[in-house]
């Protein structure tokens, strides 16, 4: 039925007057660019914007007149106040955005003559860039794409005044110059000098990202669990992936408890008192590329231990006591940056030092069970003289023998976390369990401290890289043992050992087309999850991430010895101009031959000028214009001169007769062949004396 369908739709547009038919287009275009912005936009601006759009279409469609200024000055105000009271600003990205897809809505409403149409394309421009503030993944170029060449369709189609042009010769007029824009588009997307803030995105762009943070409360990591975006890709060197085990990507290190919170070290008070990194590492280095999405995070996550900071175009690392690397301004670009890490290691004091106080504090009136447990282990003579490294061991044993389970759901904790989980639940997530873990060995006077990060991933299986989801998001220990330093110990191995080993993870609802897939074929859709992960990356490999030292590279390869952005702004700068100057010369050199029709008349005239019967001064004179004067100044008897009127006058009707409707474009291209070959035929005269002139 459908199909029966959609011809009918298609007269019915196709009948309405030009002016309905463009608007709707129009409508549609802009309906295109605002739909992907709804999940940024608050709720009210979506159906406010889609209630005009549809207004706009139903006053188009049945040629009624526009609303009122007075409508427009009441949903004017109406959205100014909406906005402010939904960001308590009219300023900063989303507000922005906002007031902008509001604005593009609204001025529809006034849509009258080609003016206006102008306008709505412009801003739909701006609407269009604003896509990139929120994604800038492959999926969204393609959607701008469409929006790009609905956009300039539209505008082309708007200067088509006369008559009533078909929407398809504009669309091909608009992909046509997209084409011929793409060298250009390429050229100053390798060459554009990239100076940040200029090549940047606003800084609360990167605001509603999930991801790690400088504190946990329990429950925070488990709400990553959930989520299925990348958080950066590994590319090991050589192949060499180091064993499962060593895994671990190292993030924010907290130490600081208040009894609901973990906090990250107050890192510029306590770097002049801590304990100093003491890092050493053994065995070969594991080399290896990360590509890290934005985060909005101040660190750089780096497999343990790295001693050496990894090279970033205008961010500087430095690593802390406590081996986190902490960056000079957080990340709100893709970034790639080489690493070198060692699986074996040891940093920390060998003894114990005031530096390590802060890692044994409990908050007051927390957690009583908990200490009392831990009273009760002290107690007992087995354990009286015990040294950290038994009770660490005695702990990890009763998670693993305790009745403990790995759960995505473990439920709502309140202030005692730690008691709730040792004797009640006996249920959580890894920070659950590493929460309760540290608090019980600081309670058994073993200095203890929970290190977030990242665990794991999953290698694609289309380009090899490893990737690492914010699913893979985890929370382990750290406990100082006399004599060895600190020590990863993870508690959650004791409870879930699939869940540190084998990467096994807690499945999170899935959609409708993922659950479908997977259950037609689960190896299908890993294949087409991997195909378009790996997709992704390389886009993200050679657009997103093209920084300005891959264009520095570019320079250094033409011969620079050190280049730099000036260095490129003059390159391109020359380039520019000497593409300007080959177009500019390409375009007089063929500027009769674009039309062939107009080159043979060019022709026609340098001829007659050269035997000195046409004026060069009269360079618009027709074919039937130089016929008359070539029968005024020569003997229209002359066989040759007879031939060359007529061919003149040929000339003149191939162009403006009136054609048949069925005459086709090839039938004029033979035309013209036709009259060029007749051309080379004729014996066009030479310039003669006075005497030879035809008297009057």
């Not at 375009?587 to 062939?596: F, I, L, N, V």
Request: charged content about 20%; hydrophobic content about 45%.
């Amino acid at each position: 039925m459908l199909s029966l369908a959609t011809p009918k739709v298609f007269r019915v547009i196709n009948a309405l007057p030009r002016n309905s038919r463009d608007t709707l287009f129009l409508l549609l275009v802009i309906a295109w660019l605002v739909i992907p912005q709804a999940a940024h936009l608050p709720l009210w601006c979506t159906l406010l914007a889609l209630a005009v759009l549809i207004w706009r279409g139903i006053l188009a469609w049945t040629a009624r007149p526009l609303p009122s200024r007075w409508w427009l000055l009441a949903l004017m105000a109406v959205t100014l106040g909406s906005t402010l009271i939904s960001y308590n600003t009219l300023l900063g990205r989303d507000a922005g955005v906002t007031l902008l897809v509001v604005l593009l809505t609204l001025k529809t409403l006034e849509l009258r003559a080609r003016r206006d149409a102008f306008v709505v394309s412009f801003l739909g421009f701006f609407c269009l860039l604003s896509n990139s503030f929120y994604s800038q993944t492959i999926f969204s170029a393609i959607t701008m794409l469409i929006g790009l060449l609905g956009l300039l369709t539209a505008l082309v189609n708007a200067h088509m005044p006369v008559g009533r042009p078909p929407l398809l010769a504009a669309a091909r007029s608009a992909g046509f110059m997209t084409l011929m824009g793409m060298p250009i588009m390429v050229l100053l997307f390798l060459l554009f000098p990239r100076m940040s803030p200029l090549w940047g995105l606003p800084n609360d762009a990167m605001t509603g990202r999930s991801g790690l943070s400088a504190s946990m409360m329990v429950g925070n990591i488990a709400s990553l669990a959930l989520d299925e975006s990348i958080a950066m890709r590994i590319h090991f060197e050589n192949g060499r992936i180091p064993p499962r085990q060593n895994l671990y990507f190292r993030g924010p290190v907290m130490t600081h408890f208040d009894g609901r919170r973990w906090q990250a070290s107050h890192l510029e008070f306590e770097s002049r008192f801590s304990e100093t990194s003491n890092l050493k590492v053994f065995g070969a280095p594991i080399n290896y590329e990360v590509t890290l999405e934005p985060n909005n995070q101040p660190w750089l996550l780096l497999m343990d231990a790295a001693i050496e900071p990894p090279q970033l175009s205008g961010i500087k690392a430095r690593m802390q006591s406590d081996l986190q690397w902490q960056l000079n301004r957080p990340i709100t670009d893709l970034v790639r940056y080489k690493a070198q890490s060692y699986a074996r290691f040891q940093h920390g004091p060998t003894t114990f030092t005031p530096g390590l106080r802060p890692a044994l504090n409990l908050p007051p009136g927390f957690n009583p069970r908990t200490l009392a447990l831990a009273k009760q282990i002290r107690s007992d003579p087995r354990f009286r003289a015990a040294g950290n490294a038994e009770l660490v061991d005695l702990v990890m044993d009763k998670l693993r023998t305790g009745g403990y389970s790995y759960s995505l759901e473990p439920g709502v904790y309140g202030t005692n976390s730690a008691d709730e989980f040792w004797f009640d639940r006996k249920l959580g997530f890894c920070e659950h369990i590493a929460s309760a873990f540290v608090l019980l060995m600081r309670a058994l006077d073993v200095p203890a401290r929970i290190v977030t990060g990242y665990q794991g991933g999953e290698q694609n299986s289309v380009d090899d890289y490893w990737v690492v989801r914010q699913s893979d998001a985890h929370a382990w220990a750290e406990v100082w043992l006399e004599g060895n330093g600190w020590a990863r110990v993870d508690p959650t191995s004791a409870v879930a050992p699939g869940r540190t080993g084998a990467f096994q993870r807690l499945i999170a609802p899935r959609g409708v087309v993922a659950q479908t897939l997977s259950n037609l074929s689960p190896d299908l859709q890993r294949q087409l999850r991997a195909g378009w992960d790996a997709l992704n990356n390389g886009w993200n490999q050679w657009v997103l991430n093209y920084t300005q030292s891959k264009q520095l590279d570019i320079l250094k390869n033409l011969g620079f010895k050190s280049p730099s952005w000036e260095d490129l702004g003059y390159l391109l700068m020359a380039i520019v101009l000497l593409v300007s100057a080959l177009a500019a010369g390409w375009a007089q050199r063929y500027r009769g031959a674009q039309d062939s029709w107009l080159h043979l008349l060019r022709k026609a005239q340098q001829r007659l000028r050269k035997a000195g019967i046409y004026d060069s001064r009269n360079q618009r004179a027709s074919p039937r214009q130089l016929a008359e004067t070539l029968k005024s100044q020569r003997d229209i008897k002359e066989a040759s001169i007879k031939a060359i009127y007529d061919w003149l006058i040929k000339l003149e009707s191939q162009r403006y007769a009136s054609a048949s409707s069925t005459t086709t474009k090839l039938q004029k291209k033979r035309e013209i062949r036709q009259l060029n070959q007749q051309f080379k035929q004729l014996q066009w005269p030479t310039k003669k004396s006075q005497s030879d002139r035809k008297p009057n």
